[in-house]
Every structure is written in C-alpha cells, then in structure tokens.
C-alpha cells in the first residue's frame, strides 16, 4: 500500500479548497445581490445538492483510478462510473421532475438538462483522470530519475574503484623494474608512492576535490615515473591555474598520465611526455603529448580499460560538457586534449 506524503495531503487539500470555492461562488452571489441570508442559505443548498453527484463522481475516480484504470480493468472502471452516475443523477431529477405534471417542453427541457448534466459528470471523470495521471506520471518520472541517478552513481563508484588497482598495478610494475636498476631511488619510490596512495584512498571518497589536489597528486605521480627514466626521456609537467580550489572529478585523468609512461617511453630510444594542466574561465584543460610506441602483437601489459573508464566517467559525471582529441601527429606524437566547460 502506498505511504500517504505530504505532496499527498497538500494536493487533496487544495482541491477541497477548490470545490469550496465553486459552491461558495452562488452563495456569495446571491449576497451582494440580495443580502437576504435565508436566501443564501437557500442557494447553498441548492448549490450542495446539485454539485452532490459531481462531487461524489470525482473523488470517487481517485479510487477507481488506482484500483481499477491503471490496472487495465476498463470495463469496471467504466461500468461503476455508469453505476455512479445513473444512481446520482436519476435521483436528483426524478424528486425535482417527475412529481409533477409537465407539459411536453417541459419534458424535453429536463432530459436536455439530464444529458447536459451527465456531460458535466463525464467531465468531472475526465478531470480526475487528467489529474491523477498527471500525478502519476510526475511520480514515475521521478522515480526513474532517482534510479538512473543510484545507477549512475553505482557505476561512477565502480570505475572508480578499477581505477585504483590498475594505478596500484602499474606503479608497481615501474618500481619493480627500478629495483634492478637503482634500489635506493626504488626505496624512494615506495615512499611517494605511499604518498599517492593516502590521497588516492582517503581524500578521493567525493564527486569532485579540489584542483589543487589532483594537481599536486599528478606532479608527485609524474615525478615518480621520471626515476625510472633514463637520460633519453624529456619529461615535463607544467600548470596554469587560476582557480586552485576549483572543483573536479577525483583521479580523471591519472590512467592517461600513466600510459604516456607506458607506452610512450622507451630506454633505447629518444622519448618524451609533455603533460599541461591549463584551467581559465571555470574551463579545465588537460593535454598530454607522449611518443608514440605502439605495443607490439605479443605485448599483454595493458588492456586499455583505464582509457575506456576515463571516457565513461567523463560521459556520466560531464554529459555535453567535455572534448575529447585523439591523433597521432606528423612526427609520431601521440596527442591527447581534454577540455572540460563549464
């Protein structure tokens, strides 16, 4: 059974006030014209007994509605509206009518009002099934809207959450290698690494965290990355921020940063990563320009899934709000912007 809320309340409410308000109108005519108060009275009785049936029929529909029309049960919906109708009316006309002689126009003029009446009670069935399936409708619009806002909501903390184990996996994988090579910068490694990890864990549990933060949480990732770069790797990263406290979407653009690493450096070749973090105008920019060394047919490192979560995050959390530029340049850049608007 349905909770009964306020909306519910304020709505029946308002429609007593509007029912009020019709029956009052006669009444209140016939004050000013008259100022007769057994007038009145008279015409708030005549006014009450014939609005009886109206009233009865529209209120009634509020329950056949729930219980009948919206469960497909027309015939019954329609048959007790017959009922309803039949029994009201034929009552009022029979006891104001039929008691007494009448010429045939006069006759004629009572079945005109019969018909005109029972259209005004078909209108009051229409106005209660106008309302309350606009009422129905708003309802199953929000409902649907607060499901699709958990579902997204869900899937945003999902991709989240896979975001976390590849950054761990990767990261893992370069002080691994730099083990072999230079085991105090390894150490030093595993120590800003702990850095990255308490912020990844305790100060990314929100929608959006400052700018400030993920900026410094990309500079000390990128200088991470560069122990393990030899002499023939450029790597820079440079900021332009006018609004540190800006908000933004935690770890957007981390699975980026690290395959610039991955696949855009090598230690026998020249190699370089260019990553730009430009934010003007409440607009946030992010640009990251690496080599470009494809992974070969037997190389499995990777699966691309931090690109597919960054760009489904992006769909979900900035819907019409971002571009996204992909090329691989003249000179073998591989070129990615970001370009998020307000």
Same mark, same amino acid.
């Given at each position: 059974m349905?909770?009964?809320?306020?909306k519910?309340?304020?709505?029946?409410?308002?429609?007593?006030a509007?029912w009020?308000?019709?029956i009052?109108v006669?009444?209140?005519?016939a004050?000013?014209?008259?100022?007769?108060w057994?007038?009145?009275?008279?015409?708030?009785?005549?006014?009450?007994?014939?609005?009886q049936?109206?009233?009865?029929i529209?209120?009634a529909?509020?329950?056949?509605l729930?219980?009948?029309?919206?469960?497909r049960?027309y015939?019954?919906f329609?048959?007790?509206?017959?009922v309803?109708m039949?029994?009201?009316?034929f009552g009022?006309f029979?006891?104001?009518?039929?008691?007494?002689?009448?010429p045939?126009f006069?006759?004629?003029?009572?079945?005109m009002?019969?018909?005109?009446?029972m259209?005004?009670?078909?209108a009051?069935i229409?106005?209660?099934?106008?309302?309350?399936?606009?009422?129905?409708?708003?309802?199953?619009?929000?409902?649907?809207?607060?499901?699709?806002q958990?579902?997204?909501e869900a899937?945003?903390?999902w991709?989240?959450n =896979?975001?976390?184990?590849?950054?761990?996996f990767?990261?893992?994988?370069?002080?691994?290698s730099?083990? =072999?090579?230079d085991?105090?910068?390894?150490?030093?490694?595993?120590? =800003?690494?702990?850095?990255l990890?308490r912020y990844?864990?305790?100060?990314?549990d929100? =929608?959006d965290?400052p700018?400030?933060?993920e900026?410094?949480f990309?500079r000390?990732?990128?200088e991470?990355?560069?122990?393990r770069?030899?002499s023939k790797?450029s790597?820079?990263f440079?900021?332009?921020?006018?609004?540190e406290?800006?908000?933004?979407?935690?770890l957007?653009?981390?699975?980026l940063? @690290?395959?610039?690493?991955?696949?855009?450096?090598?230690?026998?070749?020249?190699s370089?990563?260019?990553?730009?973090?430009?934010?003007?105008?409440?607009a946030?920019t992010?640009?990251?320009d690496?080599t470009?060394?494809?992974k070969?047919?037997?190389?499995r490192s990777g699966?691309?899934?931090?690109?597919?979560?960054t760009?489904?995050r992006l769909?979900?959390?900035?819907?019409g709000r971002?571009?996204?530029?992909q @090329?691989?340049?003249?000179?073998?850049?591989y070129?990615t912007?970001i370009?998020?608007r307000?």
């Open positions: 349905k909770k009964i809320g306020k519910d309340i304020l709505l029946l409410v308002m429609q007593l509007v009020a308000a019709i009052s006669p009444a209140l005519t004050y000013v014209t008259t100022h007769d057994k007038n009145v009275r008279a015409t708030t009785w005549a006014t009450v007994f014939m609005l049936s109206p009233l009865v529209y209120f529909n509020f329950y056949l729930h219980h009948l029309f919206f469960r049960r015939v019954w329609a048959l007790l509206n017959l309803l039949l029994g009201l009316n009022l029979y006891i104001r009518y039929f008691t007494h002689n009448m045939y006069a006759k004629l003029n009572m079945y009002g019969l018909f005109v009446f259209l005004f009670n078909c009051m229409a106005t209660a099934v106008g309302i309350r399936h606009f009422m129905r409708t708003n309802r199953l619009k929000q409902q649907l809207a607060e499901q699709r958990k579902t997204t899937e945003l903390a991709l989240k =896979q975001i976390n184990p590849h950054f761990l990767n990261t893992l994988n370069n002080i691994s730099l083990t =072999q090579i085991p105090d910068k390894a150490q030093e490694a595993i120590a =800003q690494l702990s850095d990890l990844a864990m305790y100060e990314t929100k =929608q965290v700018l400030r933060g900026v410094e990309m000390n990732y990128v991470l990355m560069r122990l770069c030899n790797t790597v820079e440079t900021t332009d921020i006018e609004n406290q800006a908000p933004v979407a935690p957007l653009f981390i699975s940063v @690290e395959n610039a690493f991955k696949h855009g450096t090598s230690t026998s070749r020249p370089l990563v260019n990553i730009s973090m430009v934010q003007r105008d409440n946030l992010f640009t990251c690496n470009n060394y494809p070969s047919d037997t190389d699966s691309g899934i931090g690109i597919e979560n760009r489904r769909q979900l959390l900035y819907p971002f571009d996204w530029q @090329e691989v340049t003249a000179d073998n850049i070129h912007q370009t998020i307000p």
